[in-house]
C-alpha cells in the first residue's frame, strides 16, 4: 500500500458515499470515464483535475452559505474585526 493512500480517510465516515458520488459527478462533467469506478489507469494530472474541481465547487459552496449567515452545526460564527 502507498503512503498515500492511509491518509485517505474521510473526517466523517457516513460521508465517503456522497464524496464518491461527487467525484464521480465531477469527472463526468470534465468527460472523464473511469473504466468501472477504477481508477488506477487514470494519470495523476487527471485524477488532480478532478480533485480540483471538487475543491473550487466544494468552496464554492461553502461561501455561499457563509454569505447567507448559514453555518455548520457546532461552528461559531467568524468574529469580524
Known sequence: MGSGQR??????PQARPA???FRNEVANELG???PGDYW???PSRTCGAVGGHMVRR???FAQH???QG???AGAQQPKLQ
Open 70 to 72: 448559514r453555518f455548520p
Open 19 to 21: 464524496l464518491d458520488a
Open 32 to 34: 472523464i470515464q473511469p
Open 58 to 60: 466544494m468552496i464554492e
Open 7 to 12: 491518509r485517505n480517510i474521510a473526517v466523517v
Open 65 to 67: 452559505n457563509l454569505a
Open 40 to 42: 488506477g489507469d487514470i
